[in-house]
């Protein structure tokens, strides 16, 4: 394990390597705990570099047997080697030479699962983004791209299946048992994109022919008998070719696509060219075992991996400064593939509530970075949402500001100008910039201010001159002390809607640049601190809707009058901003319930808010999925955001459950409708359609229970459901609401007994224990990490477990005594050990510590500290406990 941690990487210490690799032959002789790793290397000297200048690779934890260069054997003055490094003293004066370079590895004792690792009996690797050095020395870093050809040796029987990147060329027997198969990938690719996987799988197979008439083999492989679960990831993997193909133009450039589904993964996934490797959670479904929310993100997740192999893979990053490059971008390219196959607002208004609960928070506290960093200690910390989420939103922006044409003209001409490159922030924006002839030098802040702008908008109607004044004030406060706060550009998306929400036309606009593409909502471009903006020969005093889309990453505080957002709340022509202006009214009566809780009084909704939630209830004209998204109220989590300091857990619970209750009382005969209407009739499809139905009749059944006071409905419904989205959602919310009933204990135990042979459905049962809002669970989370079918070794059992207890749990995680913080600790120092990664992924659920009330402060302050202080903290957590709680 890594525990040094006083190294900075910075972004202005880049300069490139002074040797490059045009080819890379690795052999693999596989072997449970003696792994030899030959790697072949064609090194050349990069012109300019003086002859013998000394080259260095990168190691991690390596063991070296011995090198050659240009076939002979290297002494020990010739090369030094450490766990660490491998250096070269005095390279060859020629201008290329080959080193050849033996290492062994240990893959069943990596728990890192990073580098060559084993999982379920096999073999796998995960590189990115700095794993490939734990497997031998080399120039470990995106900008120096090889062509691989890979030769894995394995015995027979027991690894059956020989994979890696590119091309299958060769296979045949070995003596002893053995058997060899070599693979060849003709595109020059950096070494995090280098995959190897080997063990004995099924698979299920399939072909796509892209549209220049290349035919392409597909291959998922999956456990034995899983098979039939990896038919809807088939699907939506050849929705996603062709969908690449029609919006972007871009084809699939080898003859085999293979993904390989591993259970042991400390990611989602990863897009390693022309091989897949996939967190099986993200490959699996079946209605019997897979939610409607697991399908929609097995369909994003083959997608975005998909997209990688031209936003990332045949144009990647220069260095990993430059990670949003290929994340935010193919994060948006996801977002635009799923928005096309379902419903596109209810799709941003997912995006959107994502960003808000992960992204915002992140970035208004002390892990506050730019989407491009300027320096890291630990690369693996900055996969974020900042990077992903927040980078997506700036490629949205572009698409706003340069319209869908000069946007597909600035992406056209990015694909052409740096295919086969290793490339940067400022190449990407230079093609928009040319392409659509536009400056992007203050847009390109974006990428470099941290923090989250604030809008301050006011509005004046004056009826004599018929105008209509906007005033616009932007603001961003530095979430750090001393980052950049300069004004941005702020593309704001916005209509003047009349008496029926119809939008108003308007004579000139002065104050702001607009823009107004065809077929889209004009846009005011914010440049300035402060935009005086008139509209004039406005007929009638409009309601300003603004933000359509949530066309900008941005808060808006104050909110828009009361009035007005009731208004948008029935009449805005966005769905997204319709959404919008009734959960922040919500979100509003919510706040006000908390202080009333912390009062002592009891919680309670508005007249007004009651009246607008059963008019969208009762409103059959909205989409089912759009309604129930309408009539989830904000959580706990966004409510504690909301409200930022000195935050009381139990407050914003109680009196959230108080809303909820008058709010479900209030609507009853209109949920009980609903909930009648929509039960199934025709069998499970887990289509738009099909998931929209079970959504808005779930979110009836839990405001009957509500309603009720009683779980009699949801025992119900979990003995009728016949598919894991019901099933899941009645037993969590018999759990949730009754959770010393007899009937929850019966229904978890069942539950545990129909899917203790299914680990990914099992972690459904911990996620629903470990989130019942009451003080008791850190005793039962604490229970459960004893419990059959726990395990401190694979990432998605302590994610369902300790991560959804620390993030989706915020009554008991913030248990007054600090129990919870101290559960949290004591995990994560054990897992520390092990994974430094998912350890300090937890640990970020600790970030928002500052922001609670005195007690609760000082007792995650002391959890914090002492965690810090264990014997041997890896960089990874070290960093981010520092960056916490500096
Ligand atoms: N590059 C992967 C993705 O976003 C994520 C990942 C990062 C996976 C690091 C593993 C390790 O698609
Ligand atoms: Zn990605």
Redesign the pocket.
């Given at each position: 394990m890594r525990t040094e941690t006083g190294q900075v990487i910075r972004l202005g210490d880049y300069r490139p390597s002074d040797y490059l690799i045009d080819k890379t032959d690795l052999v693999f002789r596989l072997d449970p705990t003696r792994t030899r790793v030959t790697a072949k290397l064609q090194m050349r000297r990069r012109a300019g570099v003086a002859p013998g200048t000394p080259l260095t690779l990168d190691g991690d934890g390596l063991t070296f047997v011995g090198a050659r260069i240009d076939g002979a054997d290297a002494g020990d003055n010739a090369v030094s080697a450490t766990a660490d490094a491998l250096v070269v003293n005095a390279p060859p004066a020629s201008e290329t030479f080959t080193l050849e370079i033996e290492t062994v590895v240990d893959p069943t004792a990596n728990t890192q699962l990073m580098g060559l690792y084993r999982t379920g009996g096999n073999y796998c690797t995960?590189c990115?983004?700095e794993?490939f050095r734990r497997i031998t020395y080399f120039l470990d870093r995106p900008d120096v791209l090889s062509v691989y050809t890979v030769r894995i040796e394995a015995d027979r029987k027991d690894v059956p299946l020989l994979l890696s990147n590119g091309n299958p060329v060769e296979q045949g027997d070995l003596d002893d048992g053995r058997h060899y198969a070599v693979w060849r990938d003709p595109h020059p690719k950096p070494s995090y994109l280098f995959a190897l996987f080997a063990g004995n799988l099924g698979v299920v197979e399939d072909e796509f022919t892209t549209a220049s008439g290349r035919l392409v083999t597909l291959k998922i492989y999956v456990e034995h008998g899983k098979e039939p679960r990896a038919a809807y990831a088939m699907d939506a993997l050849k929705r996603s070719m062709r969908w690449d193909e029609e919006r972007f133009g871009l084809e699939y450039d080898l003859d085999i696509f293979q993904i390989v589904a591993v259970s042991d993964?400390?990611?989602?996934?990863?897009?390693n060219k022309g091989l897949n490797i996939f967190n099986d959670k993200y490959v699996l479904a079946d209605p019997r075992t897979a939610t409607d929310q697991d399908y929609a993100s097995i369909e994003a997740?083959i997608a975005?991996?998909y997209f990688?192999n031209w936003t990332?893979n045949r144009i990647t990053c220069r260095d990993w400064f430059q990670l949003c490059l290929?994340?935010g971008l193919?994060v948006y390219r996801d977002q635009e593939f799923s928005a096309d196959m379902r419903s596109r607002p209810v799709k941003r208004i997912g995006d959107v509530r994502l960003l808000r609960a992960h992204q915002f928070p992140e970035d208004s506290g002390p892990l506050a970075h730019p989407v491009r960093p300027r320096t890291y200690r630990e690369i693996?910390n900055f996969?974020t949402a900042t990077v992903?989420e927040k980078g997506a939103e700036i490629v949205r922006m572009l698409r706003t500001l340069l319209g869908a044409k000069g946007f597909a003209a600035g992406m056209d001409l990015y694909f052409q100008r740096h295919d086969g490159e290793a490339a940067t922030i400022e190449q990407f924006l230079a093609c928009f910039a040319e392409a659509a002839q536009t400056d992007l030098t203050q847009f390109a802040l974006w990428y470099d201010q941290p923090g989250t702008p604030n809008l301050a908008i006011t509005t004046r109607y004056d009826r004599t001159a018929r105008t209509f004044a906007v005033t616009v004030n932007q603001s961003l406060k530095p979430p750090v002390a001393g980052t950049p706060n300069a004004p941005m550009v702020i593309p704001i998306a916005f209509a003047l809607a009349g008496k029926n929400g119809s939008t108003l036309d308007h004579d000139a606009v002065s104050g702001a640049r607009t823009m107004q593409h065809e077929g889209e909502d004009g846009v005011l471009v914010i440049t300035e601190p402060k935009h005086e903006i008139v509209f004039t020969g406005i007929a009638e005093e409009p309601v300003l809707s603004v933000l359509r889309g949530f066309s900008a990453p941005v808060t808006r505080v104050p909110q828009a009058p009361t009035r007005d957002r009731f208004f948008l709340a029935r009449h805005d022509s966005d769905p997204f901003s319709r959404w919008e202006a009734l959960n922040s009214l919500a979100m509003e009566d919510l706040i006000k319930a908390t202080r009333a809780v912390s009062a002592g009084d009891p919680a309670a909704a508005s007249d007004a808010l009651v009246d607008i939630f059963s008019a969208v209830a009762g409103d059959g004209t909205f989409d089912n999925a759009y309604r129930a998204l309408c009539l989830t109220l904000p959580a706990e989590t966004d409510i504690a955001r909301e409200i930022g300091r000195d935050i009381d857990p139990d407050a914003i619970n109680k009196a959230r459950r108080g809303v909820t209750e008058h709010l479900a009382k209030a609507c009853e005969r209109v949920f009980a409708r609903i909930y009648h209407e929509l039960q199934p009739r025709n069998a499970y499809d887990p289509g738009a359609e099909g998931a929209g139905r079970r959504a808005l009749r779930n979110v009836a059944l839990t405001m009957l229970c509500h309603a009720a006071r009683s779980t009699d409905l949801a025992e119900q419904a979990l003995a009728e459901a016949d598919n894991m989205t019901d099933r899941a959602h009645a037993l969590m919310v018999l759990t949730h609401l009754a959770p010393e009933s007899e009937a929850a204990a019966q229904a978890l135990e069942a539950f545990r007994t129909a899917f203790r042979a299914e680990p990914i459905v099992l972690d459904k049962w911990f996620t629903i224990q470990a989130t019942v809002p009451r003080a008791e669970t850190v005793e039962t989370v604490q229970a459960l990490t004893k419990a059959p079918g726990f395990s401190w070794d694979n990432p998605n059992r302590l994610r369902s477990l300790i991560g959804a207890f620390a993030t989706g749990n915020p009554v008991a995680f913030n248990r007054a005594d600090g129990k919870g913080y101290e559960l949290l600790c004591a995990a994560i120092g054990r897992i520390d050990a092990k994974n430094p990664q998912v350890a300090a992924r937890l640990m970020t659920a600790m970030r928002a510590w500052r922001n609670l009330e005195p007690g609760r402060r000082q007792r995650a302050k002391t959890a914090i500290e002492s965690l810090r202080r264990g014997d041997r903290v890896s960089r990874d957590l070290a960093d981010i406990i520092d960056r916490t709680l500096a």
């Open positions: 995960q990115e983004a794993g993964f400390n990611m989602g996934a990863m897009e997740i975005h991996e990688h990332g290929k994340e193919t693996n996969y992903y």
